[in-house]
């Protein structure tokens, strides 16, 4: 699905085989749109080891699942180590970055707090 396709509010869906679809690329970092409409936005990430996103903010409220792997994760000046499982949450407007340890997989739900 292309960052532009939009996925009505009001329609139920399935999204399968991502995993398949987007598979973790060497030294690369990649993204997928998966659900994209006014209310929020699902983007499926794979970073290879040592691939980063650099410090940056979203005007979105964001959470963050680490769904494979092993992640460094900066807001701010706090640091941490995510594992499989774990989940961050982001106010509109916080700085963060992160450099992922082992080659990982997260989705990012962005929500439109406006």
Same mark, same amino acid.
């Given at each position: 699905? =292309?960052?532009?396709? +939009? ?17 973790? =690329? ?21 970073? #290879? ?14 959470? +963050? ?43 990012? !739900?962005?929500?439109? !707090? #406006?």
């Amino acid at each position: 699905m =292309s960052a532009s396709a +939009v996925t009505p509010v009001n329609e139920s869906l399935f999204k399968l085989g991502l995993n398949q679809a987007l598979p973790v =690329s060497e030294q690369a970092t990649t993204s997928r749109t998966v659900l994209n409409n006014e209310l929020l936005r699902v983007v499926m990430f794979t970073l #290879d080891a040592g691939q980063m996103l650099t410090e940056h903010t979203s005007t979105k409220a964001v959470v +963050v699942t680490l769904l494979e792997g092993e992640m460094d994760f900066s807001i701010g000046a706090r640091h941490e180590i995510l594992h499989a499982g774990d989940v961050v949450y982001l106010a509109p407007n916080d700085r963060h970055a992160l450099t992922a340890v082992s080659a990982c997989r997260m989705q990012l !739900v962005m929500v439109n !707090v #406006d």
